[in-house]
């Protein structure tokens, strides 16, 4: 697989928008709960992906009702749909 990134600009891809709102208090819980200092950037990758892998339902898989718009209401409700967001960064 060849990714195209739509940005030269790494910080781009950091920023915080309304659907990844990563200073929410509920992902900043959940982080430290996950994440000590001493891992690096991979193992803690690793970590947040096989927690959404193994804790997180997909929505249509339970049949869903709840639409959830952002990464704290996925944490919250433990479910969510996949997607790709168009974020306006080009």
Not at 50 to 70: A, F, L, M, P
């Amino acid at each position: 697989m060849h990714l195209i990134c739509e940005s030269e600009k790494i910080e781009e891809y950091l920023l915080e928008l309304n659907q990844v709102n990563y200073t929410n208090l509920i992902i900043r819980s959940k982080a430290d709960e996950l994440f000590i200092p001493a891992q690096t950037e991979i193992e803690k990758t690793k970590l947040a992906y096989e927690y959404v892998r193994d804790e997180i339902s997909h929505s249509w898989d339970i049949q869903g009702k709840r639409v959830t718009c952002n990464a704290s209401d996925v944490l919250l409700y433990k479910e969510g749909i996949c997607s790709t967001l168009n974020t306006g960064i080009y």
